[in-house]
C-alpha cells in the first residue's frame, strides 16, 4: 500500500478533530491564534490547526476532499511503476523521496496558507483558525497542475478537466473572498493552492510547461 501516508495525515486528523471536539483546553492549545504565534513564539500552531476542525461537516468535506486527490497523488509520488507511466520522460525520484516530497506539500501548504493571517490577524488577540483546508488546496492543485487533463468532478458531481476545476477554484475563492460575509477564511485556501503550485514548480519545472502544452494539445 504505497498511499500510506495520506491515511496517516486523514488518521491522526480525525483522532484529534474528535479528541478536540469534546476537550476546550486541547482546542485552544492547538488553534491557530496569529497573535500567539507572533507574541509568544508558538510557531507550532501554524501547523497544529491543520489537525482541528470545526464540526463534523468540515472535518468530513476536507478529509475526503484530501483523500480523492492525495491517495491518487502519493501513488503517482512514491511508485516508480505509476509515476514512468505517466511521466515516462522524467527520472523517478525515488520512493522515499516520493514519500518525502508528499509530505512536504501537505506541510508547505499548511504554511503558506497561514500567511494571510499572519499578516492581517498578529496584533488581533481575538482572531482563530481551525481545519486542514490550505494544506488540503495544495494538494488539489499540485494534482492539477501535474494532470491538467484528467478527468475530475467539481461539487462531487460536476465532470470537467482538472485545469477548468483549477480556474473554478480561485475563480470561487477569489469572489468568496472579496464578497466577505463568512467565516471561512478564503485566501488561506488561495494561497495554500498558490502554495501547491510554487511546491510543484521547485521540484520539477518542467511540470509547469507541460501543464500549458497538455492543455493546449488537448484542444487539437
Given at each position: 500500500m504505497t498511499e500510506i501516508v495520506t491515511?496517516?495525515?486523514?488518521?491522526?486528523?480525525?483522532?484529534?478533530?474528535?479528541?478536540?471536539?469534546?476537550?476546550?483546553?486541547?482546542?485552544q492549545q492547538l488553534i491557530f491564534n496569529p497573535y500567539t504565534v507572533k507574541h509568544s513564539k508558538q510557531y507550532y500552531r501554524i501547523l497544529s490547526h491543520t489537525l482541528l476542525h470545526a464540526d463534523w461537516t468540515h472535518l468530513a468535506f476536507n478529509m475526503y476532499t484530501f483523500y480523492?486527490?492525495?491517495?491518487?497523488?502519493?501513488?503517482?509520488?512514491?511508485?516508480?511503476?505509476?509515476?514512468?507511466?505517466?511521466?515516462?520522460?522524467?527520472?523517478?525520484?525515488?520512493i522515499q523521496v516520493g514519500y518525502l516530497y508528499f509530505i512536504l506539500l501537505y506541510l508547505v501548504g499548511a504554511v503558506v496558507a497561514s500567511l494571510p493571517a499572519m499578516r492581517k490577524h498578529s496584533?488581533?488577540?481575538?482572531?482563530?483558525?481551525?481545519?486542514?483546508?490550505g494544506a488540503v488546496s495544495a494538494v488539489i492543485m499540485a494534482f492539477m497542475i501535474m494532470f491538467p487533463t484528467l478527468e475530475i468532478r467539481m461539487f462531487f458531481a460536476i465532470p470537467m478537466p482538472a485545469y477548468v476545476g483549477a480556474l473554478i477554484f480561485f475563480g470561487i475563492e477569489h469572489y468568496l473572498q472579496r464578497r466577505g460575509g463568512t467565516n471561512v477564511a478564503h485566501d488561506a485556501h488561495i494561497y495554500g493552492a498558490l502554495g501547491g503550485i510554487?511546491?510543484?514548480?521547485?521540484?520539477?519545472?518542467?511540470?509547469?510547461?507541460?501543464?500549458?502544452?497538455?492543455?493546449?494539445?488537448?484542444?487539437?
Open positions: 491515511y496517516v495525515i486523514i488518521g491522526v486528523t480525525v483522532l484529534v478533530s474528535i479528541m478536540a471536539f469534546n476537550n476546550a483546553s486541547l482546542y480523492s486527490f492525495g491517495t491518487f497523488l502519493e501513488i503517482v509520488f512514491s511508485n516508480p511503476n505509476v509515476f514512468q507511466r505517466f511521466f515516462p520522460d522524467h527520472q523517478f525520484w525515488g496584533d488581533n488577540i481575538s482572531y482563530n483558525a481551525v481545519g486542514a483546508s510554487v511546491f510543484i514548480a521547485i521540484i520539477q519545472p518542467s511540470f509547469i510547461v507541460e501543464f500549458f502544452t497538455k492543455i493546449i494539445a488537448s484542444w487539437m
